[in-house]
C-alpha cells in the first residue's frame, strides 16, 4: 500500500478505481493572419458565445448545489468583462497578425504569471479560472466538445481541475476528486464540497500514468489517499461509509412528514429551481411546492428573446408537474452577476446596484407584460404565485401590480382564461424593501426574504468576494434585525413570509429564522429532507440571538 499526503479540501471517505484525467496537451497551431480585423472579430463572437454558456452552467449549478456555488460562473463572466485576458489577446493578434487561439493561449500565460507574482493565495487560486476561461473560448473556436464522459463510478485523479470540467462530470459516476494542484480556496474544492464529494488537493505524484484503473481509498479527513489500500484502510474506509448511508436513510424516513416545529408552528418547506426539467428533484426529496422558481432559464444563453407562447409552454409544464402544489415564480432577475446576452444591457460599472430585475420590468414593460401573459395563461394549470424582485419602494409595488392587472384586463377582453386566485409577492432582498416592509405588506399576498443580497446590501460586502467572508456575515445583527422586522410587518397584515436565498439551506440558523417568524424556507432541492429535520427539532420560538434583538 501506498498512501499519499494532501489536504482535505471536501470530507468524505470512498473506495474505487482511479481514472486519470490529463491535460488538454493538444497543439495550439500558430498561424499568420492576413485579415486582422476579421480575426479580432471571430475572437470577440467566441467571447460573447462562450458567456452565454457560462450564465448557462450557472442556472445548472444553481439547480445542482446552489446559488453561492454557482456564482463561481457569473465570476468567470465578470472576469471576461474586466478585460485583462481579451484586451491582451486582442493586442497580440493585432501586433503579431496570429490567429486568435495562439493569441489566446499566449494571453493566459501572461494574465496567469501576472496572478501568482502576486504572491496572494487568493489571487493565484485565479490562475485556474483564468484556464477554465480560456479553455471556454478555445472550445468555442474549434467547435470541439471538453467534456469528459465516465461509464463507471470512478475517483477523478487530476493535475487541476476547472469549475467547468467539475461541473460537467456525471456527478453519480464521480466518488471522490484528487488533484496535485489546487487550494482550499479554490473555485473547484468550493464546488466538490457543494457537491458533497470528498476531495483531496495538493497530491504530488498523484499522476503517474501507471495508477490509471488502480484499486484506491480516498479519506479526506485524514489528507490521505491509499493506492492499493490494505484490508484494514479497506475496512476503516466501509464502516464511515455506512455512517454516511444511515444517516441518508435517516433522512430518507422523514419523507411524507409534515414540517412542522415542536412547538406546534407547520413550516412550509418548499424547493428552488431553475427549470422545468427540474421538478423530479422537487417530487424525490418531498418538497411541498415551490418556493422560487427562476424564470432567467428562459433568457440566459439565448440569442433572442423568448415569445408569449415559449414561455407559457414552459410555465405550463412546471405547474402540471406540481401537480396542485404552491408554485413561486420570479419575473425575469437578469442584471448584476446575471447576464442575458438577447437584452443587450450595457456594461455598468456598478451592476449589483445598477439596472436590474424589476428595473428593467418597469421600464420595458413590452417585455414585462409579455411574461405575466405567460404566466397568467399558464395559471389555469396549477396554484401559481408571481413574485417581483429587487424591490426598494412602494412605487414600484403599485407600477408592477399596475401592469400586471392591465394584463388580466386584456386576457379577460381577448376571452383567454387565467386563474383568479394568483397571488402576487415580492422579495424583500434591500434594506430600503424591508425598512418600508410595513406599506408594502399591505399591497401584496406574501413576502419573500432574499438573503443572499439582503446580507451584501446590508452590509456592503460583495457576496463574490471570498475576501470578505468574514464580513458577510448572515448572523450580523443589522441582518436579523432586518428579518424581524420584515417578519413582525407581514404578520400585522395577515402574510406570510418566507427565505429563498442560502441562509435557508443552513440548518445552524433554522432555529434562528423560524424564532424570527419566518413562515417558509426554499433550499435546493437536496436541501429538503436535512432542513426538515432541523424544522422537526426547532422549537420555532425563544432563540436567545433573536430575544436580544
Known amino acids: 500500500m501506498e498512501i499519499l499526503q494532501g489536504t482535505g479540501a471536501s470530507q468524505g471517505a470512498v473506495l474505487g478505481r482511479i481514472k486519470i484525467i490529463k491535460e488538454n496537451t493538444r497543439g495550439i497551431e500558430k498561424r499568420t493572419i492576413e485579415n486582422v480585423a476579421a480575426e479580432i472579430a471571430r475572437f470577440n463572437k467566441a467571447v460573447e458565445i462562450a458567456k452565454e454558456n457560462l450564465g448557462?452552467?450557472?442556472?445548472?449549478?444553481?439547480?445542482?448545489?446552489?446559488?453561492?456555488?454557482?456564482?463561481?460562473?457569473?465570476?468567470?463572466?465578470?472576469?471576461?468583462?474586466?478585460?485583462?485576458?481579451?484586451d491582451c489577446c486582442e493586442s497580440i493578434i493585432f501586433e503579431q497578425s496570429v490567429n486568435a487561439e495562439y493569441a489566446l493561449s499566449e494571453a493566459a500565460k501572461v494574465v496567469s504569471a501576472m496572478l501568482i507574482e502576486t504572491n496572494d493565495d487568493y489571487m493565484m487560486a485565479r490562475t485556474a479560472d483564468i484556464e477554465d476561461i480560456k479553455n471556454g473560448i478555445l472550445s468555442v473556436l474549434s467547435g470541439e466538445d471538453q467534456?469528459?464522459?465516465?461509464?463507471?463510478?470512478?475517483?477523478?485523479?487530476?493535475?487541476?481541475?476547472?469549475?467547468?470540467?467539475?461541473?460537467?462530470?456525471?456527478?453519480?459516476?464521480?466518488?471522490?476528486?484528487?488533484?496535485?494542484?489546487?487550494?482550499?480556496?479554490?473555485?473547484?474544492?468550493?464546488?466538490?464540497?457543494?457537491?458533497?464529494?470528498?476531495?483531496?488537493?495538493?497530491?504530488?505524484?498523484?499522476?503517474?500514468?501507471?495508477?490509471?484503473?488502480?484499486?484506491?481509498?480516498?479519506?479526506?479527513?485524514e489528507n490521505s489517499v491509499f493506492i492499493y489500500p490494505?484490508?484494514?484502510?479497506?475496512?476503516?474506509?466501509?464502516?464511515?461509509?455506512?455512517?454516511?448511508?444511515?444517516?441518508?436513510?435517516?433522512?430518507?424516513?422523514?419523507?411524507?412528514?409534515?414540517?412542522?416545529?415542536?412547538?406546534?408552528?407547520?413550516?412550509?418547506?418548499?424547493?428552488?429551481?431553475?427549470?422545468?426539467?427540474?421538478?423530479?428533484?422537487?417530487?424525490?426529496?418531498?418538497?411541498?411546492?415551490?418556493?422560487?422558481?427562476?424564470?432567467?432559464?428562459?433568457?440566459?444563453?439565448?440569442?433572442?428573446?423568448?415569445?408569449?407562447?415559449?414561455?407559457?409552454?414552459?410555465?405550463?409544464?412546471?405547474?402540471?408537474?406540481?401537480?396542485?402544489?404552491?408554485?413561486?415564480?420570479?419575473?425575469?432577475?437578469?442584471?448584476?452577476?446575471?447576464?442575458?446576452?438577447?437584452?443587450?444591457?450595457?456594461?455598468?460599472?456598478?451592476?449589483?446596484?445598477?439596472?436590474?430585475?424589476?428595473?428593467i420590468c418597469l421600464e420595458d414593460t413590452n417585455l414585462f407584460k409579455t411574461q405575466l401573459r405567460a404566466l397568467y395563461r399558464a395559471s389555469v394549470f396549477g396554484r401559481l404565485l408571481i413574485m417581483f424582485p429587487m424591490i426598494t419602494s412602494k412605487d414600484e409595488v403599485e407600477k408592477a401590480l399596475s401592469i400586471a392587472e392591465e394584463v388580466r384586463q386584456e386576457l379577460k377582453n381577448e376571452g383567454i382564461e387565467f386563474s383568479p386566485d394568483v397571488k402576487l409577492g415580492i422579495m424583500i432582498e434591500t434594506p430600503a424593501a424591508a425598512l418600508i416592509s410595513d406599506e408594502l405588506a399591505n399591497l401584496v399576498d406574501f413576502f419573500s426574504i432574499g438573503t443572499n443580497d439582503l446580507i451584501q446590501y446590508t452590509l456592503a460586502a460583495d457576496r463574490q468576494n471570498e475576501k470578505l467572508g468574514s464580513i458577510y456575515n448572515p448572523m450580523h445583527p443589522a441582518v436579523l434585525k432586518l428579518i424581524k422586522l420584515t417578519c413582525d410587518n407581514a404578520h400585522r397584515a395577515g402574510i406570510w413570509v418566507g427565505v429563498c436565498g442560502e441562509?435557508?439551506?443552513?440548518?445552524?440558523?433554522?432555529?434562528?429564522?423560524?424564532?424570527?417568524?419566518?413562515?417558509?424556507?426554499?433550499?435546493?432541492?437536496?436541501?429538503?429532507?436535512?432542513?426538515?429535520?432541523?424544522?422537526?427539532?426547532?422549537?420555532?420560538?425563544?432563540?436567545?440571538?433573536?430575544?436580544?434583538?
Open 56 to 86: 448557462i452552467l450557472y442556472e445548472k449549478t444553481a439547480l445542482a448545489v446552489g446559488e453561492e456555488a454557482a456564482e463561481i460562473f457569473n465570476i468567470h463572466i465578470m472576469m471576461i468583462d474586466d478585460g485583462s485576458l481579451t
Open 147 to 221: 467534456k469528459t464522459q465516465l461509464t463507471e463510478n470512478v475517483i477523478i485523479f487530476a493535475h487541476d481541475l476547472t469549475p467547468s470540467q467539475t461541473i460537467n462530470l456525471d456527478k453519480s459516476k464521480v466518488l471522490a476528486f484528487v488533484t496535485e494542484r489546487g487550494s482550499v480556496n479554490s473555485h473547484t474544492a468550493i464546488l466538490s464540497r457543494s457537491m458533497n464529494i470528498p476531495s483531496v488537493i495538493g497530491v504530488k505524484g498523484c499522476m503517474n500514468e501507471a495508477l490509471d484503473g488502480c484499486e484506491c481509498a480516498v479519506d479526506a479527513e
Open 230 to 359: 490494505d484490508e484494514k484502510t479497506k475496512s476503516k474506509i466501509l464502516i464511515k461509509q455506512q455512517q454516511k448511508i444511515r444517516r441518508q436513510e435517516e433522512l430518507m424516513t422523514l419523507k411524507g412528514k409534515r414540517s412542522v416545529t415542536k412547538s406546534g408552528k407547520e413550516i412550509r418547506l418548499y424547493a428552488n429551481i431553475g427549470g422545468e426539467d427540474d421538478i423530479d428533484g422537487v417530487t424525490e426529496n418531498d418538497a411541498e411546492g415551490i418556493g422560487l422558481f427562476r424564470s432567467e432559464f428562459l433568457y440566459i444563453g439565448k440569442s433572442s428573446l423568448p415569445d408569449e407562447e415559449t414561455q407559457f409552454q414552459a410555465y405550463k409544464k412546471v405547474l402540471e408537474k406540481m401537480n396542485g402544489k404552491e408554485t413561486v415564480i420570479r419575473t425575469l432577475d437578469i442584471g448584476a452577476d446575471k447576464q442575458a446576452n438577447c437584452l443587450k444591457l450595457s456594461r455598468e460599472e456598478n451592476p449589483a446596484l445598477g439596472y436590474r430585475a424589476i428595473r
Open 503 to 549: 441562509l435557508a439551506a443552513d440548518t445552524s440558523a433554522t432555529q434562528i429564522l423560524l424564532s424570527l417568524g419566518v413562515d417558509e424556507l426554499s433550499v435546493a432541492p437536496n436541501f429538503v429532507l436535512g432542513v426538515r429535520e432541523s424544522i422537526l427539532n426547532s422549537n420555532g420560538e425563544g432563540c436567545s440571538i433573536c430575544l436580544n434583538l
